[in-house]
């Protein structure tokens, strides 16, 4: 085929238009990689380590997407899924579909719950563009990483708190743990809490020690627990 020739169809406009040489032809801008400026062409050029956050169309849930890219391909993903029972479970049937698809593959494959399609697209972003956790770390992170973000017992650090204008706030789970108990002060502000580290607890009871004291042994507190003058339990007061 010549050079005045197209594969393609041209309007008419178009094929009746004389050829102008391009000029700039510098292909597309670096981003950094895994502690490389790479020019991706493809997407076996992308690698790196991000996360992504989506939500579904009532806004009722949400999900928090991590993977973990070696030359295009999905090496690991976790996948942590907030406020909604099925989208629980939808979390379930992502885990099994993310791992081995290239990011296009990931992209554009329905992945169960609208918020972990919505991560999907918001972490494909994120890789592609070099705005990654990775993007100044030679090689990367190695596969397993993403379960740093867990912490010990490997559960997904949860902030959940509970307030009304009459009542006021409570504590219910912070990354600590589980929320036993509030610590108020004289003028009954939130002055600490006292809680119960449920990833611990659940490892000790596996290992097996006796799971009362399992429990009891996983409890700590935090703040000025210790200087209040009054208790709740956040759950039933």
């Known amino acids: 085929?010549?050079?005045?020739?197209?594969?393609?169809a041209l309007s008419h406009e178009v094929e009746g238009m004389c050829t102008v040489a391009k000029g700039p032809n510098h292909g597309p801008a670096p981003i950094p990689e895994e502690g490389?400026?790479?020019?991706?062409?493809e997407i076996k050029d992308i690698?790196?380590?991000?996360?992504?956050?989506?939500w579904c169309a009532p806004q009722q849930g949400c999900c928090k997407l991590t993977l973990n890219v070696?030359?295009?391909?999905?090496q690991e993903a976790l996948v942590e899924t907030l406020g909604c029972s099925g989208m629980t479970h939808s979390a379930a049937m992502a885990?099994?579909?993310?791992?081995?698809?290239?990011m296009l593959e990931a992209l554009n494959t329905d992945l169960v719950c609208d918020a972990i399609n919505v991560a999907m697209r918001e972490i494909f972003k994120q890789l592609v563009y070099g705005r990654t956790q990775t993007?100044?770390?030679?090689n990367g992170l190695p596969v397993g990483a993403s379960l740093e973000d867990l912490?010990?017992?490997l559960r997904s650090q949860v902030g959940t708190i509970f307030a009304t204008k009459e009542k006021g706030v409570r504590y219910l789970e912070t990354a600590e743990g589980y929320i036993l108990e509030t610590g108020l002060d004289e003028n009954n502000e939130v002055i600490g809490y006292k809680f119960v580290h449920l990833g611990?607890?659940?490892?000790?009871?596996?290992?097996g020690v006796e799971p009362k004291t399992a429990y009891e042994s996983n409890i700590n507190t935090y703040g000025r627990y210790d200087d209040a003058v009054r208790y709740i339990d956040p759950r039933k007061q």
């Open 1 to 8: 085929m010549s050079n005045n020739q197209c594969a393609y």
């Open 36 to 41: 490389r400026w790479v020019k991706p062409y």
């Open 47 to 54: 690698s790196g380590l991000s996360h992504g956050i989506g």
């Open 70 to 74: 070696k030359e295009g391909i999905i």
């Open 95 to 102: 885990g099994e579909i993310l791992q081995g698809k290239t």
């Open 135 to 138: 993007a100044f770390s030679e």
């Open 151 to 153: 912490g010990k017992g």
């Open 200 to 207: 611990k607890m659940m490892d000790a009871i596996k290992s």
